[in-house]
């Protein structure tokens, strides 16, 4: 226990030093939120990885995809990997840079503004990332404290703060330059840690042939392409979080931020073997749970018989993790959960900050006084996400899956057209937006779950906006 405790105390200290050097290079709001805009291949390869893959993949995600779907949710590594990394990076990666240097931009809602010429979409879709991205950094939350409870048997509340106070200090204090910086650290952990898991689970379990057998020998279907609960779920949960990704916020700024195009195309390659990498061995390993844990065995991951979905991953570490390696993936699950929640705070704060305030308020705002705000921002979201996660409103998966999905629809039909298509129009991005929000929430309200839900509405958001242009073509284009 001292040596583990040694050597996260290490870790802390090695993020208050780089969040101090960050703040020596952090003199303007462009140098606090995109780095200067000259974050170079690598480190953006990293920051986009990291900010993707979070505690809510290892706690609550591998476990309940892997308990229910058995091997077919490696579908969902593939759909992340090669259209939520590489698509992403490789269709839309060279346009954001382009558009964003075209627009004098750094954010989507005021790319809305100005490709739309809409402020009432801006206000909109500002206002959406602050209310949806606050359950989901609450999300992080509370598996870090499940972690730490877990690992550390510390108390759930006591956690949630000092994970709110670390995340805190590096991020107010350097921004984006910090983040970056951080996570190639961060990202290196997470290599480490996933092929330790990787290889700790195999051994554990006498070697996959023999964990595929057992599997299979529990539910065939757990071994099939296609999963116990079907072809439709599993499509949801491919589209939700493989597809939202082209227009989530946190993941579109970092092609504000690189350095050029040819750090593009660099870092396409290198941030997509890092998904194949990390969501590969977190789904696999989810997927070898029925194998290692039951009710009998393991009694905290389950209640009356019934496997409790954030508790699953937990346990299993715990089972087939040597003790002297636990400490491991506790910084791999670390890592990649304060990358997340840098990411998402430093967006929140911004459609507050600089598309609110300074967009419609104070024009007039100095830029001195503009970071300022950011930090201040900063600060305030993270202690409302740590509320939130202190009440624990419902399992990671249903947080994270109203969460991507509520963005999903509002961003991805007025994004996506707006980059590639010069037809669509104001009528059709607004309709796009509420339309698709409209659809998921009242799926979600009428008990639908929350990735088929989010799904649906999504899909909407993509095929109104063509649709609604054309229906007044001429008189709310944009310039």
Request: with cysteine.
């Amino acid at each position: 226990m001292i040596v583990k405790v040694c050597i996260i105390l290490a870790y802390v200290l090695m993020i208050i030093v780089i969040g101090i050097l960050g703040l020596k290079k952090t003199r303007s709001f462009s140098d606090f939120f995109l780095g200067g805009r000259k974050i170079g291949p690598w480190m953006t390869a990293f920051t986009y990885g990291t900010a993707y893959f979070s505690a809510v993949l290892f706690i609550g995600f591998a476990g309940k995809i892997g308990w229910a779907f058995g091997y077919s949710g490696l579908w969902v590594t593939l759909g992340n990997a090669f259209i939520g990394v590489l698509g992403v990076w490789w269709l839309l990666g060279p346009r954001i840079k382009k558009m964003s240097i075209d627009y004098n931009i750094s954010t989507m809602p005021e790319f809305f503004e100005k490709r739309y010429n809409s402020k009432a979409l801006k206000i909109f879709s500002s206002i959406s990332i602050f209310v949806f991205f606050f359950p989901y950094s609450a999300a992080v939350f509370i598996g870090l404290s499940y972690l730490f409870k877990s690992n550390f048997n510390i108390d759930y509340t006591m956690a949630l703060v000092l994970m709110g106070v670390l995340t805190a200090t590096y991020l107010v204090l350097g921004g984006y330059r910090s983040m970056a910086m951080i996570d190639i650290i961060f990202g290196l952990i997470m290599i480490v840690g996933v092929i330790i898991l990787l290889w700790s689970t195999i051994i554990k379990g006498n070697g996959l042939t023999n964990i595929t057998e057992s599997l299979s020998s529990i539910d065939p279907k757990l071994t099939k392409a296609i999963g116990p609960p079907g072809i439709w779920p599993l499509f949801c949960l491919v589209f939700l979080t493989s597809v939202a990704p082209f227009a989530m916020p946190q993941l579109v700024q970092k092609f504000y931020a690189i350095k050029d195009k040819k750090s593009i195309k660099i870092g396409m390659i290198a941030s997509t073997i890092f998904a194949v990498l990390i969501s590969g061995v977190a789904y696999f390993t989810g997927a070898t749970i029925r194998v290692f844990l039951s009710p009998e065995t393991a009694p905290n991951a389950f209640i009356n018989g019934q496997p409790i979905s954030d508790a699953l991953m937990p346990e299993l570490l715990a089972n087939v993790i040597p003790s002297s390696l636990s400490v491991l993936m506790f910084l791999l699950i670390l890592s990649a959960s304060m990358s997340t929640l840098a990411a998402l705070v430093l967006i929140s704060s911004s459609s507050i900050a600089k598309d609110i305030y300074a967009g419609f308020i104070n024009k007039n705002i100095s830029d001195k006084s503009l970071t300022l705000q950011m930090r201040f921002l900063s600060a305030f979201f993270i202690i409302l996400s740590v509320i939130l996660a202190y009440f624990r409103p419902a399992t990671i998966v249903s947080i994270l899956g109203i969460s991507w999905g509520a963005i999903g629809s509002v961003f991805l039909g007025p994004f996506i057209w707006g980059l590639f298509s010069k037809r669509v129009n104001k009528f059709g991005a607004i309709s796009s937006s509420v339309l698709g929000l409209t659809t998921c929430l009242a799926l979600y309200i009428l008990k639908m779950p929350s990735p088929q839900a989010g799904t649906i509405g999504m899909m909407v958001s993509l095929v109104v906006n063509p649709i609604f242009s054309l229906l007044k073509p001429n008189k709310l284009a944009d310039n």
